[in-house]
């Protein structure tokens, strides 16, 4: 797994681990329909735990959305190596960029719980993005190697914009704009045409 978990599931008993489980479950879901700022009070409630339960296995807000994300990061890793089986360089690189965008905007308001943890290692979504930003590295190193991106570009940049793009994904049809156009400009900025060489499609 990419984050790390506050305990061990392994070391609890098994009334702990069917609330831990519990807690979890309705957590996946709240967060789907109420964003990443939804009330941890009420998923106690609606777990039938008290307060004071949820905070002994996930002391933060962060850790419970670690926790919840790892589903998702078992989606992410494997289009990761989808992504790296791809011959063209520039073409895995856009591959990966867009599993990452998906994966970041898994939730409302999931953008800025990383851009935190990229500020403050002390969170635990930290560990999340130092591998990220690691694995976009390799992507980025593969493309640069190949002549297929520029050497100026850091992968910290190319995560960010990873970043963004998942932060204005369900903002853009409010200004007239989509997510694909968006993309293309993260991926190409304002160069026309735009090259023949793209990524790929933007979908």
Same mark, same amino acid.
């Given at each position: 797994?990419?984050?790390? @978990?506050?305990?061990?599931?392994?070391?609890?008993?098994?009334?702990?681990?069917?609330?831990?489980?519990?807690?979890?479950?309705?957590?996946?879901?709240? /967060?789907?329909?109420?964003?990443?700022?939804?009330?941890?009070?009420?998923?106690?409630?609606?777990?039938?735990?008290?307060?004071?339960? +949820?905070?002994? %296995?996930?002391?933060?807000?962060? %850790? +419970?959305?670690?926790?919840?994300?790892?589903?998702?990061?078992?989606?992410?890793?494997?289009?990761?190596? =989808?992504?790296?089986?791809? $011959?063209? @360089? &520039? !073409?895995?690189?856009?591959?990966?960029?867009?599993?990452?965008?998906?994966?970041?905007?898994? /939730?409302?308001? +999931?953008?800025? $719980? /990383?851009?935190?943890?990229? *500020?403050? &290692?002390?969170?635990?979504? @930290?560990?999340?993005c130092s591998t990220l930003v690691s694995i976009t590295a390799e992507f980025?190193?593969?493309?640069?190697?190949?002549?297929a991106a520029r050497q100026s570009v850091s992968a910290p940049a190319l /995560? +960010?914009?990873?970043?963004?793009?998942?932060?204005? %994904?369900?903002?853009?049809?409010?200004?007239?704009?989509?997510? *694909?156009?968006? =993309?293309?400009?993260?991926?190409?900025?304002?160069?026309?045409?735009?090259?023949? !060489?793209?990524?790929?499609?933007?979908?």
């Open positions: 797994m990419i984050t790390n @978990a506050p305990e061990e599931k392994g070391s609890l008993r098994a009334d702990a681990r069917r609330n831990r489980d519990s807690i979890l479950k309705i957590a996946a879901r709240h /967060f789907a329909a109420h964003g990443v700022n939804t009330s941890l009070d009420e998923i106690a409630r609606e777990a039938k735990v008290g307060p004071g339960t +949820l905070y002994r %296995h996930f002391p933060t807000r962060e %850790h +419970l959305l670690c926790e919840v994300l790892h589903e998702r990061q078992e989606e992410l890793l494997s289009r990761r190596d =989808e992504a790296s089986a791809q $011959p063209c @360089a &520039q !073409t895995a690189l856009r591959a990966w960029m867009i599993a990452l965008k998906d994966y970041l905007n898994a /939730f409302n308001g +999931l953008p800025q $719980p /990383f851009i935190d943890a990229f *500020e403050a &290692q002390a969170s635990p979504l @930290a560990v999340t980025l190193s593969r493309a640069q190697a190949e002549g /995560f +960010l914009s990873a970043v963004g793009s998942a932060f204005v %994904h369900d903002k853009a049809g409010k200004y007239g704009a989509t997510p *694909e156009q968006i =993309e293309e400009i993260l991926a190409f900025g304002r160069q026309w045409p735009v090259p023949d !060489t793209a990524l790929l499609t933007m979908h």
